[in-house]
């Protein structure tokens, strides 16, 4: 999902920074090529091109010279949210298309030891508000989820699977989530799902690209579910059904 916002971002013709904590610029990198190329991961990184493939690489870059975009990857550094927003503006006093920055994800961001965890993401949540404001610049800060959830029989997230949720829910303007049924029901379960899929002749596969993303305001009761389906080689989009609920 964030890669597909990336994309979305990238193609609408601003720039991108991404803080991969977890892993190294060079691995977020080579998946970032791996889906603009359509090149499989694992060839990238192990340096398996063949011609057809260094053609691919070629004409993506040539497709990006033509566009000011650009995505700036800084991975796998310990840091704390005064370090990211100071980065932030030093690539946004050089491109200024940056137009949103991406914390994967907010738990690996280290803050005062005098704080309590859920203290802490809130004083994170809190500061990159504060540059979201003063600098117009979307700040997108991916949560953990509890392992709790995964003993449910509705595995579907709320607010409070997130890691610390009691500091960052009061703190952010949206929380978005997302639920993959296939990842939990190998077959659609009766409803939108099976309507949708039982008499497709691709029906099973297209299952496997089924995402509903939950999105609710921090402060409000009301909220709404996207269905989406994904095409997983793509990672193109299509909305399929949309309601609130409360």
């Keep these: 999902v964030k890669q597909c916002m990336i994309d979305a971002i990238v193609a609408a013709g601003y720039s991108v920074l991404d803080f991969s904590l ?5 691995l977020t990198a080579q998946r970032y090529i791996s889906r603009r190329t359509g090149i499989p991961y694992a060839s990238l990184a192990g340096g398996l091109l063949d011609n057809a493939g260094l053609s691919r690489i070629d004409a993506a870059g040539l497709e990006n010279e033509e566009s000011s ?9 310990p840091a704390t949210i005064e370090e990211a927003v100071r980065r932030s503006r030093e690539i946004g006093h ?3 298309r940056l137009a949103c920055v991406f914390v994967d994800y907010i738990q690996l961001l280290d803050y005062s030891d005098t704080y309590m965890a859920h203290e802490g993401l809130s004083h994170i949540c809190k500061i990159a508000q504060r540059a979201a404001l003063i600098d117009k610049v979307g700040w997108v800060l991916l949560s953990q989820t509890r392992q709790e959830m995964e ?3 509705d595995k579907r997230p709320r607010l409070g699977d997130m890691y610390g949720s009691s500091g ?3 703190m952010s303007k949206l929380a978005v989530a997302t639920y ?5 029901h190998p077959t659609p379960e009766p409803g939108p799902w099976l309507d949708l899929y039982q008499n497709h ?11 509903e993303l939950w999105v609710r305001k921090a ?7 996207v269905k989406l389906h994904v095409d997983l080689p793509t990672g193109i989009m299509r909305v399929i059904d949309e309601h609130s609920m409360r």
């Design 201 to 211: 002749p691709d029906g099973p596969n297209l299952y496997r690209g089924a995402l």
């Design 219 to 225: 402060f409000g009761a009301v909220g709404s579910c």
């Design 151 to 153: 003993s449910r029989d």
């Design 180 to 184: 993959r049924p296939a990842k939990y």
């Design 168 to 170: 960052m829910k009061f």
């Design 69 to 77: 975009a650009r995505v700036y990857i800084i991975g796998n550094v």
């Design 94 to 96: 050089r491109d200024p």
């Design 22 to 26: 977890e892993d190294s610029a060079e």
